[in-house]
């Protein structure tokens, strides 16, 4: 895997990219409680999924994850042959502006930096941070089957030296203290324990590390979980927060928000346009729901460990 170490001294010294996780864990030592086992085996047994491999085929950045944006109206529109591939072209090329932004939000990174995309699945987000910036990447997921395919997508890539994934549990990543200059989670929060979850990321981040999350999260001012809201959580077998839970947990963390960017009137015309494409999976309205009666926001959140 470690294509900078010569073997002979493989097993004395760490090769020059540091890898983390060390030895692999067991999957009792991942998965610790049934909710867990239960959200692993929807991802592992997710595989045939057009709405997210038709639009990664598309330049092989798979990713797991809404889109920002407008969206072109022409693509409704004109031959009717291609209308349904243009329209996947664009709901692909929204997905990638929202991790262009996640990534915007990161700070200075240098080549030298390792990053941790907490909840990685099939690895898009990672490869296009290693891409911008040159440093080293891992991520971690509960789903053997993503970390299979998107360690299979690292070596395709020919980055698999400095890309990695890691079959781990984000809320214990196996990953030395201080090691990381930033965090992510794309669209992952709603899984774990925010206060556990920022605990760990606290753990890992150097001083002054910067975490950056994009979410979706109900709306206190509306008072409990609307019904749309958890129809998206049945939906996915997740469990969506309140939107004050981030902030608390964030400050009992030590975790000081830089930018809190509310995404939502930015992410309806990629719902609208996901509801007319071939690849609709149901969900579609719920979002479109919650997000217009105002009970769940779209909310981007970059904050420094201190
Ligand atoms: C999945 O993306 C994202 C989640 C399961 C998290 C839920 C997100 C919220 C903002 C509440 P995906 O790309 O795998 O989903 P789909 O298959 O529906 O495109
Ligand atoms: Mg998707």
């Known amino acids: ?11 004395t010294h ?58 072109d109206p022409s693509v409704l529109e004109g031959p009717e042959d291609t209308w349904d591939d243009r329209i996947i072209e664009e709901m692909h090329r929204l997905e990638t502006a929202q991790a262009d932004v996640l990534l915007d939000h990161l700070g200075a990174i240098s080549p030298s930096d390792r990053l941790l995309d ?9 490869f296009m941070a290693h891409q911008r910036y040159g440093c080293q990447v891992d991520g971690v997921s509960i789903s053997e089957y993503q970390v ?24 214990d990543t196996g990953l030395e203290t201080g090691s990381r200059r930033a965090v992510w989670t794309n669209e992952t929060t709603m899984y774990v324990d925010l206060f556990e979850l920022f605990d760990e990321f606290a753990r890992v981040l150097e001083y002054g590390g910067r ?51 509310d995404l939502t009137a930015q992410t309806i015309p990629y719902w609208e346009l996901r509801a007319e494409s071939s690849v609709a999976t149901g969900i579609e309205d719920p979002f479109l729901t919650a997000y217009r009666e105002g009970s769940f926001h779209y909310l981007l959140i970059a904050a420094d460990r201190i």
């Open 1 to 11: 895997m470690a294509a900078t170490t010569p073997s002979t001294t493989a097993a």
């Open 14 to 71: 760490a090769p020059a990219t540091s890898p983390a996780p060390s030895a692999t864990p067991s999957v009792t030592e991942v998965l610790r409680t049934a909710y867990q086992k239960a959200v692993a085996a929807y991802w592992d047994n997710n595989r045939q999924d057009p709405v997210n491999l038709r639009l990664g085929d598309i330049d092989g950045l798979y990713h797991h994850h809404y889109g920002i944006g407008d969206y």
């Open 118 to 126: 907490a909840g990685s699945g099939r690895g898009g987000t990672s």
């Open 148 to 171: 299979g395919f998107a360690n299979d997508q690292a070596a395709e890539r020919g980055v698999d030296d400095r890309v990695r994934f890691h079959f781990r549990n984000m809320l």
């Open 211 to 261: 975490y950056v999350c994009i979410t979706g999260c109900y709306n206190d001012v509306t008072g409990g979980r609307s019904k749309a809201v958890s129809r998206i959580d049945e939906h996915y077998t997740c469990n969506i927060h309140p939107r004050s839970e981030y902030f608390r947990a964030l400050a009992a963390n030590g975790f000081v928000p830089i930018n809190v960017i």
